[in-house]
Every structure is written in C-alpha cells, then in structure tokens.
C-alpha cells in the first residue's frame, strides 16, 4: 500500500507523518507558503536525505508519536528566500544547511535539545519550502553541491562527533565501523583524511568490495564470519582497533569491545543489530583500559569544523540513490530494503 497524496488548491508541496503506522502513512499534501516568525527563516529546499531514524519516525518508535501534520527528515539543504525579525547570521539568497538539534550550538549535549530537533520535534526539510531555525544554519561551501550538503547533518556529524571530539582521531589510528550505512561511510571517509586504518563490516561482500574502493583496508563479512571480531584482531596482528563506531548496539557490542586494542575508544551510536541473546561481554572494557560513550549526534560548531574539513580536503559525500520529492515514499522504501551504501538523497526541484 503506498502512502497517500492529497491534492488541496495552496501551490506549495510538503510531506507529512500521518498517522504514524509506518511508511504507509507518508502523505503529500499542498499548503499555503509559510511566513517566518522571529528567528526563523524561509528555505527554498533543493534536496534532503534520509536517515535511519527517519523509519522509526513514520512509525511513532522514535521518542514517541508526532503531530500527523510534521514534516520529516533532519538533512536538507536549500537557498534562503525570506527571514524573520532578529535574523542576522543569514541573509537572503544563501545557500544553507542546518543542525538538526536546532538548540545545540556549541559545548555539551543537553537533553532538552530533543525538543527542538528538526525533523522530529519541529518540522523537518520534506518539502519544497520551510520553516528553518536561523540560529541552527550553516553556509554551505562552494565545493559541495546541494545534494551533498544534504547528506550530512545526522549522519554524518555522527561520524565526526564520535571520531574528533570524543575519539580524538590521530594519523596511525584503526577505526572500525559496522554495516554500510550513512554512519559507516561517514566515517570511513573521516578515517581517511586522517591518514587512519578503516575497518568494515557488512553481509554482502558486493559491499564490501564498494568500501575497498573508498578507501578500506579491512573488510569482513559477518555473515560467514560470525567471529568477525577474531577476524579484525588477526588482521591487526591480535592488536585490535583503536576507535568503534558501535551501531548495533547489545547484539555486537561484546564483539565490538572484543575487538579493541588497549585504551581503545567505543562510540555507541546506535542499535541497528536488536536485542541480544545474552548479555554482551563487558570485560575487557576494564581488562583493555576502554572508555566507551554514548554518542548523540553533535553540535553546530561540530558540523561547522566538518564543514571545513570536508571543502579543506575536497571529501564528498557517498550517494547511492537519488529519487524526486514526488517518490520520497520511494526513497523510504529503498532504505528499508537495505541494499545502499552511504545516503539516500531525494531532490526537490
């Protein structure tokens, strides 16, 4: 069943959550053009991207339920086109992107931040023109399109939070990702203009071989290797790996921990691998000296130094797929059959 468009006589096109059943939910309704309040600024949307979180949404798994009228996703990017009273970061006319916790400018995660988090708790870029927080935008550099600027906001600052301020990533360093997501290449990237080692694993050894031309020096499959960890320590001479971006959560995090090299670093990022049969072994996180942090994407000035990072070294974003604002339904569904690498990006005009 495939989510509903509703034609109402307004000229501009949005999508909205609905009922929150799953992807069937999704509807694309037309609404009169919004007017920025204080602080806000009108966006031309050129393109957004999907996230995995942004599945949880349409489903009411994400920190609850949203009004049926929220417009998703958290990554976008597009040109300003009106500004409210008290707006002077941003002038009209310029190419943008946003953080998408609105409120997390700089120093440490607040929870609070939750409540302004574009896409979930306040509207998101789904649509040919919204409503954006002033504060929360960044310019996008000349080097990067805005379909790749759109890729980055979650996925992406998740990386470079994990790998920079947490991990802090030095040349010589052995990263290990999980699966080949937005994260996993993410950070595969940041490893390499690093001048790190990366580490990958996936089930599909078609992926993997895409990985070893971005640059991985490691690839396992863990689906005919279930002891992918004993796989990892042999190819780093029984050392193990200096930083894990764990996003499978108590399903690997016993291999993840496993894996390390002593006085390694474990960015906990997510739990795409479920629930685990038995408990993970936590041991070596005293017996290697670990330290393991729960990683909850990052701030404005975090996305701004990745920002730098990424124009300084000419590093683009990894897009698998491309669909138009018409078939974001498409795009949901392609990223619930898993067969990507990278970001989903859907182009809005």
Request: charged share 20%; net charge positive.
């Amino acid at each position: 069943m495939m989510p509903r468009v509703l034609v109402m006589e307004y000229g501009m096109k949005v999508w909205e959550l609905g009922e929150q059943k799953g992807i069937t939910s999704l509807r694309m309704v037309e609404r009169a053009e919004p007017k920025p309040g204080p602080g806000q600024a009108l966006i031309a949307v050129k393109a957004s991207a999907l996230n995995r979180r942004d599945i949880a949404i349409t489903e009411g798994k994400y920190l609850g339920t949203r009004p049926p009228t929220r417009i998703p996703l958290s990554d976008g990017a597009g040109d300003v086109i009106a500004i409210g009273d008290g707006v002077s970061n941003v002038k009209v006319g310029a190419r943008v992107t946003a953080a998408h916790f609105s409120p997390w400018l700089e120093g440490d995660f607040d929870p609070s931040f939750f409540g302004a988090d574009i896409g979930s708790t306040i509207d998101g870029w789904l649509g040919e023109k919204v409503i954006v927080p002033a504060g929360c935008l960044l310019p996008v550099p000349a080097s990067l399109s805005y379909e790749q600027a759109a890729c980055l906001s979650v996925a992406a600052v998740t990386a470079w939070s994990a790998m920079q301020p947490f991990a802090k990533i030095k040349a010589g360093d052995t990263v290990l990702a999980l699966g080949t997501g937005g994260v996993s290449i993410f950070a595969l990237q940041i490893a390499k203009m690093s001048g790190a080692r990366f580490a990958i694993t996936s089930s599909q050894d078609d992926k993997l071989e895409r990985c070893k031309k971005l640059g991985a020096d490691i690839l396992v499959n863990y689906k005919t290797t279930p002891e992918w960890e004993k796989e990892i320590l042999k190819a780093t001479g029984n050392r193990g790996v200096d930083i894990v971006l764990e996003t499978g959560g108590q399903a690997t995090l016993g291999q993840s921990l496993a894996a390390c090299a002593p006085n390694g670093r474990v960015g906990v990022i997510g739990a795409l691998g479920g629930r685990a049969e038995n408990p993970p072994n936590t041991a070596p996180l005293l017996l290697k000296n670990l330290t393991m942090k729960g990683i909850t994407s990052g701030s404005w000035r975090m996305f701004q130094d990745l920002l730098k990072a990424m124009d300084a070294t000419g590093t683009k974003p990894v897009i698998d797929k491309t669909f138009k604002l018409t078939d974001a339904n498409k795009a949901y569904q392609y990223m619930m059959d898993s067969e990507f690498i990278g970001k989903i990006v859907i182009t809005h005009t």
